[in-house]
């Protein structure tokens, strides 16, 4: 069963621009994570936010958690065309599980 | 060396055939994934060992069947699949449950005919 939601299901930008993705989730969590994904390869993993921590950057991407509504989101700014890719949320709980959301095709237009 | 290897990248099996996918980390990582991904789809959880015991099976038929010979290895054995098996299978690998990024392989492309 899928943990987290991602909307929008796609997103098409220009060069230049800000991405912003979302992701909820159902039950309580150790840790959300954002993972990439270029057309059928494996996944890159972008960013970890622990469920104690509020807002992480790293380089052009932010990342917020806001436990009491269950919900995550990406922030990609200054977009590239290489930044076009499947981006996913993952719940990470109390055991081994690491459980991915639906995901969101950005599409980022030269 | 941050790479999870999976062999082969491709794969075509009949329904009757016997084949195996492998994944092989060095990274010392004591936690093992294997996830199953449809086209436009997200990753979907089949198995994780830790400490080379299985500890989650994710209801998967028996047709499918997880081996972990040692800490570095995690094989994926098939037999008897269907049609709608077919999917891009990953591996992942997580140094321990407590809040730790998954690496990934680059996943096995498999057909079944």
């Known amino acids: 069963s899928q943990q987290g939601e991602e909307d929008p299901q796609a997103l098409s930008i220009q060069e230049g621009e800000n991405a912003t993705m979302n992701c909820s989730y159902k039950?309580?969590?150790?840790?959300l994570q954002w993972y990439r994904q270029n057309s059928g390869r494996g996944l890159v993993h972008l960013i970890l936010?622990?469920?104690?921590?509020r807002e992480k950057h790293s380089g052009r991407l932010r990342v917020t958690l806001d436990t009491s509504k269950k919900s995550s989101s990406l922030l990609i700014t200054a977009s590239r065309a290489a930044d076009t890719a499947s981006y996913f949320c993952?719940?990470?709980?109390?055991?081994?599980?690491?459980?991915f959301g639906k995901g969101t095709l950005l599409t980022v237009n030269p | 060396d941050t790479e999870v290897t999976q062999t082969p990248k491709h794969l075509v099996m009949g329904m009757t055939n016997k084949k195996s996918l492998k994944c092989e980390q060095h990274?010392?990582?004591?936690?093992m994934y294997w996830y199953k991904q449809k086209a436009k789809k997200p990753p979907e959880l089949m198995f994780v060992?830790?400490?080379?015991?299985?500890?989650i099976n994710e209801s998967v038929p028996s047709r499918f069947s997880p081996e972990c010979p040692n800490s570095s290895l995690l094989n994926l054995h098939l037999h008897a699949l269907q049609p709608e098996d077919s999917a891009l299978y990953l591996c992942?690998?997580?140094?321990?449950?407590?809040?730790?990024?998954?690496?990934f392989g680059q996943g096995t492309r498999l057909t079944v005919v």
């Open positions: 936010i622990r469920s104690n921590e």
């Open positions: 992942a690998s997580r140094l321990n449950f407590m809040n730790t990024e998954a690496f």
């Open positions: 993952a719940t990470g709980g109390s055991n081994y599980k690491l459980t």
């Open positions: 039950t309580s969590i150790n840790n």
């Open positions: 990274m010392g990582h004591r936690a």
């Open positions: 060992y830790s400490y080379e015991k299985l500890s």
